[in-house]
């Protein structure tokens, strides 16, 4: 009973090590690349670029091509349309 303890012991410390390095290893890659994708300097970034690129956009006299808004405008009314027929 003894011997079946310490191979037990043995065989779950040896499987823990073993999920350490290798899943371990993925999660925690992962966990630090979400960390330093939503740091606070990061998020000061984009909303940053966003701020410059919505004053680029007032900016500019068209920011669409004809093409791109009537496709928009189309599509907004076909929302339009299922919207109210829910009703």
């Known amino acids: 009973m003894k011997f079946f303890i310490y191979k ?3 065989i779950f410390f040896l499987a823990l ?3 350490k390095f290798t899943i371990g290893n993925v999660v925690t890659n992962y966990e630090e690349k979400i960390g330093t994708y939503f740091s606070e300097e990061n998020l000061i970034l984009i909303k940053q670029k966003a701020r410059e690129e919505m ?7 068209n920011y669409l091509k004809p093409e791109d ?3 928009i ?3 907004l009314k076909k929302i339009q349309g299922e919207i109210f027929n829910q009703q």
């Open 69 to 71: 808004a009537e496709l």
């Open 55 to 61: 004053q680029n956009a007032i900016n500019k006299e």
């Open 17 to 19: 090590i073993l999920f």
């Open 73 to 75: 405008n189309k599509f």
């Open 8 to 10: 037990s012991l043995i």
